[in-house]
């Protein structure tokens, strides 16, 4: 869905109530989101390329933050500045902030954050009061227009006609100008609107010429959405294959206020395509991971089978100390019967050593080959449990449901060393998500977004709370609190519903789960987040379908 120039008019007459605030902040959301915070409300700027925006809060509630050089600038020249008005080109999609900031001596600096929302080309754009432009989200060379910092900053070229104050002298010369043609009328619409839907509604179609009665209904209809421009609310529709949203009244239409419409259409889907792509770009980091390590490990199970008969340096050489006292002459090759199996086993030597000598060499390569061995091994075994925990912490990035679930496991992944922390600044502006809190028949379930959350909640448990975990596949660790009290039959069963839910298990709706009080479950030395051990244990099986449970969530 195109957020137009339509839609930006009506939200330009809710962000009129900004004008004259001093500006107290700016917030980065991920790549695309900004967060513009005034004592009686927040703008919000999208410059995403597949959902665009310009929106109104009344609270000041935003994402988990997120920093970058162009937000530092913003910070720098913005904060504390006054709004002093808001503009738009025309009805074209593009806005000019014009923010006043008072220097300590007195004097007033002019800036303009231009706001471009145009599908992949939206851009923020900082400029002096000469147009010079300070900094920019996205540098821009074409041939009509250079986006750099140092140049100047020309608007982008318009098309079409602004429909407010048109009138039919202004109507009749733009049409003259393009033929009156059905088609460039569809695609180059009128300032601000590619104009296709709202041709079908008018039941205007093909790629002809307007005739006198199509150039009259279009005219009025054009005069009649020029005065839905000053009502504030849009309109949801679901015609012409996908859901969109209309500055017009479109028959079937649902009506909304703007900042409902858009968190429900747009923002809700831009957060979840975000959510989609950093999952997608973390797993895909995981899996080669995950290549690599198998690939070391099939290079040292071939180095193991080609050092598995090393022993047979030490047979070589027991041999040869057991017959020196028949061994005269230096020789390359010796025949000598093995007294374990009694078959005769030929030996070659190195004719420039006595048979001591030799005898001493093949002791120094069993020795040898065994340490190496034995380093294999161990090697082998990092890597095997390596596997595994990167293996589990896929799965737990699959079945990641939610931003939190998300940033706990990405927090992970910094601490454990396996992705590097992005470079930010001293402030802090966002906070690591806590466990999961559930309450059910009284008793209180904490439930790990991660490993490492899932040892922390681990070791915050009581000795007496119980841990259940779905056996034998990557899943949260889920801790009841037990408060000096005995749950039942059905809050254990909770318990291992959790535990299933939030494991690899919720996939076929079915899973055993075991589980024990605190005091039996301990970690190994030296292994991975989230790895544990456990006694003294029970399993419940668990079908999901058959879960009738009615819990609160915190």
Known sequence: MTFNGLLLHKVLKMLEKLCGLSLRQVYQSGKSSYYFKFSKGTMQISVDPVYPFVLFRHGHDRELGSESAFLK????????????????????????????????????????????????????????????????????????????????YEPPERSGLNIVGMDWRLYTEYLETIGYQIKKIRIQGFDGKSLNNFLQLLSIAGDGVLTVEETRRLFNALKELERT????????????????LSAFFVPGSQQLEITEAIDNLIENERKSMEFESERHRILKYLKKENIKIQRLLNKLNIEMRELSDYDRYRKMGELLIANLYRLKDKREVVNLKDWESGEEIRIKLDPRLS????????????????????????????????????????????????????????????EAGILKKKKTTKRKTATKSGPKTFVFSGFTYIVGRSNIQNDEIRKQAAGEDLWFHARNIPGAHVILKTAGKKPGDREIRYGAYLAVLHSRGRMSGKADVDYTEVRNVWKPKGAHPGMVLYRNFRTVIVDLSEGDFDAESK
């Open 73 to 152: 600038v913003l910070r720098m020249k913005l904060n504390g500045a006054v709004l002093v008005e808001v503009t738009q080109q025309g009805l074209d999609r593009v806005l000019d902030l014009s923010f006043h900031r008072k220097t300590p001596f007195g004097e007033i600096e002019i800036y303009h954050l231009f706001v471009e929302l145009m599908g992949p080309g939206s851009n923020l754009i900082l400029t002096d009061e000469k147009s010079k432009i300070i900094a920019l989200l996205k540098k821009r060379i074409t041939e009509k227009r250079t986006l750099l910092s140092g140049s100047r």
């Open 229 to 244: 421009l000053s009502t504030p609310n849009i309109y949801l529709v679901n015609t012409y294959g996908k859901p969109w």
């Open 355 to 414: 048979f001591s000598e030799n005898a001493r060499v093949f002791f120094k390569y069993y020795n040898r080959s065994k340490r190496k061995v034995q380093a294999v091994r161990k090697r082998i075994e990092k890597l095997e449990e390596l596997l595994s925990y990167y293996e589990g912490l896929q799965e737990m990035f699959e079945m990641a449901q939610t931003r939190e679930d998300l940033k706990a496991l990405e927090i992970e992944l910094h």
